[in-house]
């Protein structure tokens, strides 16, 4: 006897679900139903689903928070970005992804390129680790879903690495003479962990 149900999308086309992706849909719908949800659009497209398990968008929990994801598109190609509390990590639950990941280095450091598949840990250090999700590798019935956990925030925000700056993800101001648009640009020295 076979765990695996076909059911329809919103579109109406046939998606199968074994058990695994009917429990995250069945707890995504229990976090709905309370108002534990934020849709993440990206460009105008929906680009992820975050549940919360434990703390908030309202309500951030004071040394940790569980949200459980479900990526519809990549991480935003402008660069990998850090995020903004002292650890993280992500438990592959469906599906997977490519990541690019910074990885410092005698004087500019480089891009890695890794997959990441059901099972994985990927763990994000402080906010000195930047990384972006590149490529999703649909699983089961097309998903790809993380259980991400995270610690209490920093200090520094969280943003992009373009062109071996650091640029706030949400900084209204401008730089002079600046090539990556209307925002300020500060300069990190990832090596040493310190500003220049």
Not at 116 to 142: A, W
Request: contains cysteine; charged residues 25%.
């Amino acid at each position: 006897m076979s765990m695996l149900t076909t059911t329809t999308d919103e579109m109406g086309a046939a998606k199968p679900r074994g058990f695994w992706l009917r429990a995250l849909h069945w707890l995504a719908d229990r976090c709905v139903r309370r108002g534990a949800v934020r849709w993440i659009h990206l460009q105008g497209a929906l680009y992820l689903e975050r549940y919360y398990l434990r703390g908030g968008p309202k309500k951030p929990g004071q040394w940790f928070n569980i949200y459980l994801h479900r990526f519809h598109t990549p991480d935003d190609e402008r660069g990998v970005h850090n995020h903004p509390w002292e650890w993280s990590f992500s438990i592959i639950l469906a599906g997977g992804y490519e990541e690019q990941r910074f990885e410092p280095g005698f004087l500019s450091g480089a891009i890695v390129t890794r997959t990441l598949g059901p099972g994985s840990l990927n763990t994000i250090r402080s906010d000195t680790d930047f990384h972006r999700v590149s490529k999703l590798l649909p699983g089961e019935g097309g998903e790809v879903w993380t259980l991400f956990v995270t610690g209490p925030k920093h200090g520094r925000s969280w943003g992009y690495l373009i062109d071996w700056l650091f640029v706030p993800k949400k900084d209204e101001g401008g730089c002079e003479n600046c090539p990556h648009g209307a925002h300020r640009c500060e300069r990190f020295d990832y090596e040493r962990n310190e500003n220049l």
